[in-house]
Nanobody
Framework: QVQLVESGGGSVYAGGSLRLSCASS????????MGWFRQAPGKDRRGVAS????????WISYELQGRFDISLDNTKNTLYLQMNNLKPEDTGIYYC??????????????????WGQGTQVTVSR
């Protein structure tokens, strides 16, 4: 059973930065795709960024391009999300996900099989 454990969340002021980490209990390269999602209170879980592990091709949600970046260190079996110039609307629980690819968009939660428990990010004005 694959376990994904997120860390790095916290509370910051607008304009600040955070880097989230997702440690996998298994080899990250065994998953074709890994991604980050977030869920704000009362809203659906939405894709933030994803990466294809075999060649490091990345996808970033359009409205987050220029502020967020995803990266993968296969030697550490760890996925990262660098978040810069954070805004209050970035507040939510951030989840890490992994999977073989199930025929959906890489930013669609249905693409993924394994999920972490999430880490809270709170951005204040």
């Amino acid at each position: 059973q694959v376990q994904l454990v997120e860390s790095g969340g916290g509370s910051v002021y607008a304009g600040g930065s955070l880097r989230l980490s997702c440690a996998s209990s298994g080899t990250t390269s065994k998953h074709r795709y890994m991604g980050w999602f977030r869920q704000a209170p009362g809203k659906d879980r939405r894709g933030v960024a994803s990466i294809r592990t075999g060649d490091d091709v990345t996808w970033i949600s359009y409205e987050l391009q220029g502020r967020f970046d995803i990266s993968l260190d296969n030697t550490k079996n760890t996925l990262y999300l660098q978040m810069n110039n954070l805004k209050p609307e970035d507040t939510g629980i951030y989840y890490c996900a992994a999977g073989p690819g199930l025929g959906h968009s890489t930013l669609d939660p249905r693409q993924y099989t394994y999920w972490g428990q999430g880490t809270q990010v709170t951005v204040s004005r």
